[in-house]
Structure formats: structure tokens, C-alpha cells
């Protein structure tokens, strides 16, 4: 695993602590790998979600900072979505 997803997967369990995420997603970062998110938090994976986001590190690591919003990232086509788009949603307001 590399030290950027090591340091993904720390950032989204700080921010998803407590949060009431019933769905699954994925964090594809380009050139990196994947973060899986569910109820159980998140880890280092590449197995099947609901819906599947993608983004380069830079982006990636600008919306775990609250630097970018995602779905201004999404707006922006810094951020690609393929799956349930309301799944997207959700995770997008338990990590901004």
C-alpha cells in the first residue's frame, strides 16, 4: 500500500468517526489505488461498491484537507462518479 493511501485511508476514518454511512464507495486515486468506505470505515481495497469515484491525488487529497468541496470537484470534472449518484451524495456530506 502506498504512503499516500495509508495516509487516504487514516484522513477518511478520522472524518467518517461517528458518522452514520449505511452505503458503500470507492476512492480510486489515480496512479495510487483504492479506498474502500462502508460501515465498517475505511481501507485499502478494490472490491465492487455502490458507486466508484475517481480523482488524482492532488484533487483527492484537497477535498480530505476541506480545501475543495466534492461536489464542486464533480461539477468541475475533477472528480468522475460512476455508480448511484445518491450514494455520492451522502459520502460527499460525511467527509466535507
Same mark, same amino acid.
Given at each position: 500500500?502506498?504512503?499516500?493511501?495509508?495516509?487516504?485511508?487514516?484522513?477518511?476514518?478520522?472524518?467518517?468517526?461517528?458518522?452514520?454511512?449505511? #452505503?458503500?464507495?470507492?476512492?480510486?486515486?489515480?496512479?495510487?489505488?483504492?479506498?474502500?468506505?462502508?460501515?465498517?470505515?475505511?481501507?485499502?481495497?478494490?472490491?465492487?461498491?455502490?458507486?466508484?469515484?475517481?480523482?488524482?491525488?492532488?484533487?483527492?487529497?484537497?477535498?480530505?484537507?476541506?480545501?475543495?468541496?466534492?461536489?464542486?470537484?464533480?461539477?468541475? #470534472?475533477?472528480?468522475?462518479?460512476?455508480?448511484?449518484?445518491?450514494?455520492?451524495?451522502k459520502l460527499g456530506s460525511v467527509?466535507?
Amino acid at each position: 500500500m502506498s504512503d499516500k493511501i495509508a495516509a487516504a485511508v487514516d484522513a477518511l476514518n478520522a472524518k467518517l468517526d461517528g458518522a452514520d454511512f449505511d #452505503g458503500s464507495a470507492k476512492f480510486v486515486i489515480e496512479g495510487e489505488g483504492a479506498i474502500v468506505v462502508d460501515a465498517n470505515g475505511a481501507r485499502a481495497s478494490d472490491e465492487e461498491t455502490e458507486v466508484t469515484l475517481t480523482a488524482d491525488a492532488d484533487t483527492f487529497e484537497a477535498m480530505m484537507s476541506g480545501d475543495l468541496n466534492p461536489t464542486s470537484a464533480f461539477m468541475s #470534472g475533477k472528480l468522475a462518479l460512476d455508480g448511484d449518484m445518491g450514494m455520492a451524495m451522502k459520502l460527499g456530506s460525511v467527509i466535507s
